[in-house]
């Protein structure tokens, strides 16, 4: 995913704000800070244009990725 100019990555896209906080929830718990950006509608249709992103430092990502690749294999 793409590193934006404050030197943040991306690590996951979706839709709707819920399954976004789960994820960043989960980071934080591991001890890599993560945060929820971007625009909430209260119709999930308007995201498309905009998604909802979970972000985290560059320097975490590669770490970020691991913990996401063993989350969804868990589900």
């Known amino acids: 995913m793409e590193n934006d ?3 943040f990555k991306t690590v996951a ?22 945060a ?3 625009a909430d509608s209260s119709y999930p249709c308007l995201n498309l244009a905009s998604p909802i992103e979970v972000k985290v430092n560059a320097q975490d990502y590669e770490e970020a990725m691991t913990l996401v690749a063993a989350i969804d294999k868990a589900e």
Not at 13 to 34: C, T
């Open 5 to 7: 100019q404050q030197g």
């Open 13 to 34: 896209r979706f839709m709707e704000r819920f399954p976004a906080q789960v994820l960043a929830a989960k980071l934080n718990d591991a001890g890599i800070p993560a």
């Open 36 to 38: 929820v950006i971007g």
